[in-house]
């Protein structure tokens, strides 16, 4: 597609629910990353993608958190047993290999998660 | 451990007038690109300027130049003849060119240009 993709753009989910978020990437952008944005914070990494090589999970904060990347395309962010901590909006952005030092990531405009 | 610390939560600046964004950061890597991004209210985040750590020059994008203190570690962006549509969120990034290719951001500065 033209652009990173993001669905739903906002979630509502009762507390202890499980989510799925999932990402569309650029196509043919090989890594994939997942940010979380809280409120007066800055931008936290949860995980990455890159190709074939096993994820990069070292930001994932419990393991109510998971990802997955199919056919090296779409990813999901599953998150469990949701708290209201949890509350956020989760971005993703995706890059060719390499070019976060010369493009940088293209962003999706996130999903804001709610957490009642 | 790399950090990046904006210490200005919130500015403002009337129209056409020049305001600049503070970033500071801590890394014992020699190589890393150093960013500005944007995000309006839309939450897309967009690519302003980059720099390298390599290069003393100072980037320049348009309206958006960067004072790129390597010694300091110090990054500030200005933006000149500022405008309704610079009103967003900024953040500045680092990125070493070591390990994965993961940002490390700032926790931002909210600015809103006036009329």
């Known amino acids: 597609g033209a652009g990173v993709s993001q669905s739903p753009s906002n979630k509502v989910t009762e507390k202890g629910k499980d989510v799925e978020l999932r990402c569309d990437p650029i196509s043919g952008h090989t890594a994939l990353y997942w940010y979380r944005q809280s409120l007066g914070q800055g931008l936290e990494f949860l995980i990455y993608?890159?190709?074939?090589?096993?994820?990069?999970k070292s930001g994932l904060p419990s393991d109510r958190f998971s990802a997955e990347r199919t056919g090296g395309s779409v990813s999901t962010l599953t998150i469990q047993r949701t708290q209201q901590e949890d509350s956020a909006v989760y971005l993703c952005?995706?890059?060719?290999?390499?070019?976060?030092?010369?493009?940088?990531?293209?962003f999706g405009s996130g999903t804001r998660l709610t957490v009642v | 451990a790399q950090t990046v610390t904006q210490s200005q939560p919130e500015m403002s600046v009337q129209e056409a007038e020049t305001v600049t964004l503070s970033c500071t950061y801590d890394t014992s890597e020699s190589n890393y690109y150093l960013f500005w991004y944007k995000q309006p209210p839309s939450r897309q985040m967009i690519l302003v300027i980059r720099?390298?750590?390599?290069?003393?020059q100072n980037a320049t994008e348009n309206r958006f130049s960067v004072n790129f203190q390597k010694a300091a570690k110090s990054f500030s962006l200005k933006i000149s003849d500022s405008q309704l549509g610079d009103t967003a969120m900024y953040f500045c990034a680092f990125i070493s060119t070591s390990g994965t290719y993961k940002y490390i951001f700032g926790t931002g500065t909210r600015l809103k240009v006036l009329a």
């Open positions: 952005a995706s890059s060719l290999d390499g070019a976060p030092f010369t493009y940088g990531y293209t």
């Open positions: 720099q390298e750590a390599y290069k003393q």
């Open positions: 993608f890159q190709g074939n090589s096993a994820p990069d």
